[in-house]
């Protein structure tokens, strides 16, 4: 990890798996307070190292269970960052593909989600805290996550199924926090060809400046993310100075309001440029 004695701004690992990298990574720097590294993955490029403070994965056009070669690497880098202690939050492709490295399940769903949506939200995890526990997204998509991964806790859903969990410093998204309207535009005139023109007709007349407002409370996120992360930087960098050990340090800060047992079921779980994942 950083140490946060040089510079107190964070310094993230942004893993833009969107082929149209320059939208995605404007509406990522747009929302996150903190110096982020861009890698497009797509194009091969990866850290090579994990001298990060966090990670984030954003959306893409691809699935996470497709053969290709970038989706492998990337996969691969995700594990070992995730299993050197690196907190990441993953963004409808990201969410997908931090569930697929953390052994749960992604399908695809046979339909589109896409639009502005109702998600309900357990009340409980602190990534949507200030967040109305009935929130508005803009959601595209055709992948799910159709199961978490063992230890997780899912703290937010819809009819859909899952649209969010966290496991220790893992949390996914399923919906689009960092979206402006130009990009909800953008992307639903893309799904020419996947959908019939009347539903993209009818997509796009629901993308106005009331609901795009009705959305913004949902980017409360990125700020509750940075805000976890600064206290995990804090923790290490406070077990280093005592000498103890980190791991086990860390290991502690994990259990909060919505971490009283990782185990334990939500009360939920009864039951950027993308044509799939995003």
């Known amino acids: 990890m950083i140490d946060p004695s040089a510079d107190d701004q964070l310094r993230i690992a942004l893993l833009n798996a969107?082929?149209?990298r320059e939208s995605t990574r404007r509406n990522f720097e747009r929302e996150l307070d903190a110096e982020l590294v861009e890698f497009h993955c797509p194009s091969g490029e990866l850290p090579d190292t994990f001298d990060f403070d966090a990670c984030v994965v954003t959306g893409s056009s691809a699935s996470v269970y497709w053969d290709r070669p970038w989706i492998g690497a990337l996969t691969e880098w995700v594990g070992e960052a995730v299993a050197a202690g690196l907190p990441f939050l993953g963004v409808c492709y990201g969410h997908q593909l931090l569930a697929d490295v953390l052994g749960g399940r992604v399908e695809d769903m046979g339909e589109y989600e896409i639009g502005y949506r109702?998600?309900?939200?357990d009340g409980a995890n602190r990534l949507l805290t200030g967040v109305d526990e009935e929130f508005t997204v803009f959601t595209?998509?055709?992948d799910r996550v159709a199961a978490a991964p063992p230890d997780a806790t899912v703290f937010a859903r819809n009819e859909y199924g899952i649209h969010g969990f966290r496991r220790d410093r893992v949390f996914g998204v399923q919906f689009h926090p960092e979206y402006d309207m130009t990009t909800a535009e953008r992307v639903t005139a893309g799904k020419d060809g996947d959908l019939e023109p009347e539903r993209i007709r009818s997509v796009m007349e629901g993308i106005d400046a009331e609901r795009y407002e009705t959305a913004c409370e949902a980017k409360r996120l990125f700020d509750?993310?940075?805000g976890f992360v600064r206290e995990q930087r804090s923790v290490e960098c406070g077990a280093d100075v005592a000498g103890t050990d980190t791991a086990a340090t860390v290991g502690e800060a994990f259990v909060d309001a919505d971490a009283t047992g990782t185990a334990?079921?939500?009360?939920?779980?009864?039951?950027?440029d993308s044509s799939?994942?995003?």
């Not at 109702?118 to 939200?121: D, G, L, P, R, S």
């Not at 334990?264 to 950027?272: D, G, K, M, R, T």
């Open 118 to 121: 109702a998600v309900e939200h």
């Open 276 to 278: 799939r994942s995003s």
């Open 264 to 272: 334990a079921e939500s009360p939920l779980e009864s039951s950027a």
């Open 224 to 226: 509750n993310f940075v």
């Open 18 to 20: 969107a082929h149209k």
């Open 140 to 142: 595209t998509h055709s």
